[in-house]
């Protein structure tokens, strides 16, 4: 079964509006981590925002939110005020415990985000 | 600020030769990992590293081997090299359980022919 899930086909956004991007996730941990990543043509991956399993409150770097919905196993990526240089591959990824003090990293399939002028 | 480095950034390899991707990180984090990333199939794990002495196997290991050489060095070797093994190559690395950044390589593009 797949860990992390990301269904959306390519998104597309006005320039300046909001985008919602979905992911669920799957795990028996009650101590896990939730990331998103961006990927832009360069190639890299750059971290954007991090949940915790235990945080009260629903995550937010700037621009960007994590929509955190623990009961249902969601947590979708927000970005306000979309921007052109916004466009890239965005990746959901958990990390889970696997033994002790150590955890793993799994990451989702990404959604390709295109900011229209 | 090195972070995670890894080399090289691009390689040709033919069918059959073998090769060896190194990645070392200077923030002495516990855990290391080597993904794959292939269009279409987002990041899949090759291998990780929970800990130093220690490997084990991701989603794709077939055709792989690792070695943590130390706290700060993960290597990811191909013994001989096939064309389903063209890939961009990523290592990571990350605190243990109570880390939340996961820091990342800027990756290495390699082609079989």
């Known amino acids: 079964a797949q860990k992390i899930t990301q269904t959306q086909p390519g998104m597309f956004v006005q320039e300046k509006e909001a985008v919602t991007l979905d992911c669920t996730y799957d795990?028996?941990?009650?101590?896990?981590?939730l990331f998103w990543y961006k990927q832009p043509s360069s190639g890299e991956m750059i971290f954007l925002i991090y949940q915790g399993s235990y945080d009260q409150q629903n995550a937010t770097e700037g621009r960007y939110s994590l929509n955190f919905q623990k009961a249902r196993k969601s947590a979708n990526l927000v970005i306000s005020a979309s921007q052109l240089g916004d466009s890239a591959m965005y990746f959901c990824?958990?990390?889970?415990?696997?033994?002790?003090?150590?955890?793993?990293?799994?990451f989702g399939k990404g959604i390709t985000l295109s900011v229209r002028p | 600020n090195a972070g995670v480095t890894q080399t090289p950034k691009f390689q040709v390899l033919k069918t059959g030769q073998s090769m060896t991707l190194q990645c070392a990180q200077d923030?002495?984090?516990?855990?290391m990992y080597w993904y794959r990333q292939d269009p279409g199939m987002g990041l899949r794990l090759i291998y990780y590293s929970a800990s130093e002495g220690t490997t084990d196997k991701g989603e794709v290991p077939n055709g792989y081997n690792v070695s943590r050489l130390n706290k700060r060095e993960f290597s990811l070797r191909l013994e001989s090299a096939a064309p389903s093994q063209t890939s961009v190559y990523f290592c990571?690395?990350?605190?243990?359980?109570?880390?939340?950044?996961?820091?990342f390589g800027e990756g290495s593009w390699l082609t079989v022919v």
């Open positions: 923030m002495n984090h516990n855990s």
């Open positions: 990824a958990m990390r889970e415990r696997v033994t002790g003090a150590n955890s793993k990293l799994t």
């Open positions: 990571a690395s990350s605190l243990d359980i109570s880390g939340n950044t996961i820091y």
């Open positions: 795990t028996s941990d009650p101590s896990y981590g």
